[in-house]
């Protein structure tokens, strides 16, 4: 079946301007994470959604940052006033649910930040 | 403090040349432990899970082992296509964050 999918692949943007990444999760799951990875860098956790519950929030870096999860599936992470210092891929992954399953990523935005 | 680290950063191999690659990890309680591949330009693939000490799990070429400590990923024979960036992750437990580590850059030269 279809993985999970991330739009656009790639956004250039200037300092200052608001961007939205996209991505849609493997259907049928109720959990979906949002992942920064910089170069050279590891995962680094940003939000958790999981079915009808609060997001966890607390991997946010700074209040220019958010996110939600229309109708438990699609979700839009948006930054404004990006930063040069987001520049950055941004990954999402979907699992099953809250326990400890696996999480399938996506191919992820590239952003870049001028 | 949860945390993962992986050793080494960057391994060069011969094809053919076996090794393996650590991932160790301190962790108040251990829900699972996941392996990734990640190729350039593209979000990591699902490897391996583990969730208790002295289990195995094996795919191909591959070979993921986990103590109380670290886990291994034995690369048998590898060839070109196994160059990639091995990232381990553990799920501690009374959470649902994963918390990764930085990777181990793999290539394998023909």
């Known amino acids: 079946g279809a993985g999970v999918s991330q739009s656009p692949s790639n956004k250039v943007t200037e300092k200052g301007k608001d961007v939205e990444l996209r991505c849609d999760p493997i259907?049928?799951?109720?959990?979906l994470y949002w992942y920064r990875q910089s170069l050279g860098q590891g995962l680094e956790f940003l939000i958790y959604?999981?079915?009808?519950?609060?997001?966890?929030k607390s991997g946010l870096p700074s209040d220019r940052f958010s996110a939600e999860r229309t109708g438990g599936s699609v979700s839009t992470l948006t930054i404004q006033r990006t930063q040069q210092e987001d520049s950055a891929v941004y990954l999402c992954?979907?699992?099953?649910?809250?326990?400890?399953?696996?999480?399938?990523f996506g191919p992820g935005t590239r952003l870049l930040v001028l | 403090e949860d945390q993962v680290t992986q050793s080494p950063e960057a391994l060069r191999l011969q094809e053919g040349e076996s090794s393996s690659l650590n991932c160790s990890y301190t962790?108040?309680?251990?829900?699972?432990l996941f392996w990734y591949r990640q190729d350039p330009g593209k979000g990591p693939e699902f490897l391996f899970t583990?969730?208790?000490a002295g289990e195995e799990k094996e795919k191909e070429r591959l070979k993921a082992t986990l103590t109380k400590k670290e886990s291994f990923l034995h690369i048998t024979a590898p060839k070109p296509e196994d160059s990639a960036t091995y990232l381990c992750?553990?799920?501690?437990?009374?959470?649902?964050?994963?918390?990764f580590g930085t990777g181990t850059r793999l290539k394998v030269l023909a």
């Open positions: 992954a979907s699992s099953l649910e809250r326990e400890a399953r696996t999480q399938y």
């Open positions: 259907s049928g799951h109720t959990a």
């Open positions: 959604f999981q079915g009808n519950s609060a997001p966890d």
């Open positions: 962790v108040s309680g251990l829900r699972g």
């Open positions: 583990l969730y208790s």
């Open positions: 992750a553990l799920r501690p437990s009374g959470t649902y964050k994963y918390i």
